[in-house]
């Protein structure tokens, strides 16, 4: 397994709130106009446990000839806001010049977008331009599920100097998302987290959810897998919104929806004494099934193995099909007599039986190979 990446950040950055409450960003996809930021940023004041207020200046479209953002004049509304509602202001940044106009404009809080996160020349073009501050910046996840990019992105910035990074877990891009907008694949921000659990990782769950619909599920979700916040598309008036109208809500479905998401703690409330050691009990047991697991898995290994070297004393190709259909269908039968999810148990056994062919790849192929070389 590859080494955890050794980021240097700060303990105490105005990424993380010092009481453990989540921390919560919104504000509209795009900044359209001074009335319709400064009327959802009062609205979004209203709401409490709003931390940061977001908007769009620069907007990365899909295609041409969709609305770009404002640019720079846009900045001065924002600054207007921090000056009126006391909010910090964040912006998206995706390349220097966009650095230099937020750092003069008094920007508190920059963000790096999927598609920029995706580009290590740009990355590092923003991470040279701001060298020197220690803004807070937030970096979302590439486009595509690699964690490696991902990951170099805030090596980069931290290499830069910067010491207060977070990241965005906003989902990714595939042929079909449905019913999502981008794929959440969970797995991926439970990994960043085991690499990474010094960075504060907010969940985007408009741009996972892609409709209002989606919201709440996937806010509720990103909590209970520990992230530490959450970025919401509001808007004063979604139905007329230049951006992403569909899954923008607006600040009174904004605070409902705080209101009713759930917020757990990975230690979980005060805990009596007798409920520790139940907890501690039910994982000794679990770790004692792992172990087990582990045992079955290397003496089925081993017979893979002996199986492998059968077949190439008798000629025979490594996989069977007819004695996989019979496994798959056996064993999917007994799973669901033991109350086991079919897609779970299918695709363990997938892994099981990729991994027995691989074994004897070994044993018929890789051993003849060597001896030739
Ligand atoms: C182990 C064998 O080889 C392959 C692997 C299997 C397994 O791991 O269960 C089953 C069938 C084959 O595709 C076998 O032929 O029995």
Redesign the pocket.
């Known amino acids: 397994m590859s080494p955890k990446p050794q980021i240097d950040v700060l303990t105490e950055s105005a990424l993380i709130n010092a009481d453990g409450s989540p921390l919560i960003i919104a504000g509209p996809c795009s900044a359209e106009s001074e009335e319709q930021v400064m009327a959802t940023a009062h609205g979004i004041k209203a709401i409490p446990g709003v931390n940061i207020y977001r908007a769009g200046i620069w907007k990365p479209r899909t295609r041409p000839n969709s609305f770009e953002g404002v640019g720079v004049p846009g900045l001065k509304w924002l600054k207007k806001v921090k000056a009126e509602t006391g909010l910090r202001v964040a912006t998206e940044v995706a390349n220097a010049m966009h650095v230099y106009e937020s750092l003069k404009a008094g920007i508190d809080v920059m963000w790096i977008g999927a598609r920029t996160t995706v580009n290590p020349f740009t990355v590092q073009e923003i991470a040279d331009a701001l060298r020197g501050t220690d803004i807070p910046v937030l970096v979302k996840n590439p486009v595509n599920p690699d964690l490696q990019l991902w990951i170099g992105a805030i090596e980069r910035l931290n290499q830069a100097g910067l010491r207060q990074i977070g990241a965005i877990h906003r989902g990714f891009s595939t042929f079909d998302n449905a019913p999502y907008r981008n794929l959440p694949k969970w797995n991926s921000a439970i990994e960043f987290k085991r690499l990474l659990p010094e960075i504060p990782l907010i969940c985007d769950p408009s741009h996972i959810a892609g409709n209002r619909e989606l919201l709440l599920p996937v806010a509720q979700k990103a909590m209970d897998l520990a992230m530490d916040g959450l970025m919401i598309e509001t808007h004063i008036d979604p139905s007329v919104a230049l951006s992403d109208a569909a899954q923008q809500v607006t600040p009174e479905n904004l605070g409902k929806m705080l209101a009713s998401i759930r917020f757990r703690k990975p230690e979980g409330e005060e805990l009596a004494e007798e409920d520790h050691h139940l907890l501690d009990e039910m994982r000794k047991q679990i770790d004692e099934l792992d172990d087990e697991m582990v045992e079955v898995f290397a003496r ?1 290994a081993r ?2 193995r002996k ?2 070297e059968y ?1 190439k004393a008798h000629n ?1 190709t ?4 007819k ?2 259909d019979q ?1 798959i269908a056996d064993r999917l039968e007994h799973a669901r007599k033991n109350g086991l999810d079919e897609t779970f148990m299918k695709s363990v056994l997938q892994s ?2 990729q ?3 691989n074994i ?1 790849n070994d044993v018929l192929n890789k051993q003849e190979q060597a001896a030739k070389a």
Do not use: D, E
């Open positions: 089925r017979l893979s199986i492998g077949k025979m490594i996989y069977q099909v004695r996989w496994i099981i039986h991994y027995s062919i004897q």
